[in-house]
């Protein structure tokens, strides 16, 4: 399985950029290539730009790599949590709490700050993609029970 740096940023709870410096270690040190230069963004490591700052082509740095060359450049595995939270999100009291209340709640104040009179629910996109559609739809139903004026997409 490839896992992105949006997910192990997500799995390893640390910034995207961080995630991604991650992902081009493993794969230099696994095909043996030079590390590119430190960047400030992922767009900096992932496109080349022209000289008006719009993005050209894709770069060949890849966003995604192996489990298991994660797990060899980190020194972690990975492997058994992305299992945890692909069997046991919904059954552990911190993750439950964090996107039954937290997150949706944090949403819904978001949107009142800014003026909105709806807001939308999703799952974070780097959660949706390690969990089953079972427990998205399962989410998707709480959120309709806890949250009814909001607007849930799952």
Partial sequence: MKLSY???AFV???????????ILAAHCK?????????????NEYLFNFNDKGEKTTRTTWPDAVEVAELEKHLGISLQ????????NYLN???TKKWILCD???NKIKLAAEQGKKNCT????????????????????QE???????????V
């Fill in 92 to 94: 552990r009291s911190a």
């Fill in 12 to 22: 390893l709870d640390i910034k995207s950029i961080r995630a991604l410096e991650h």
């Fill in 30 to 42: 696994a095909t043996g290539q030079e590390p590119p230069a430190p960047a400030e963004t992922t």
């Fill in 103 to 105: 997150f949706p709640q």
């Fill in 6 to 8: 949006k997910q192990l």
């Fill in 143 to 153: 959120w309709k029970k806890r949250f009814p004026k909001a607007v849930v997409k």
């Fill in 80 to 87: 058994s949590a992305i299992d945890d939270i692909r069997e």
């Fill in 121 to 140: 629910l999703q799952i974070p996109p780097a959660l949706k993609s390690l969990i089953s559609p079972a427990v998205a739809a399962q989410i998707g």
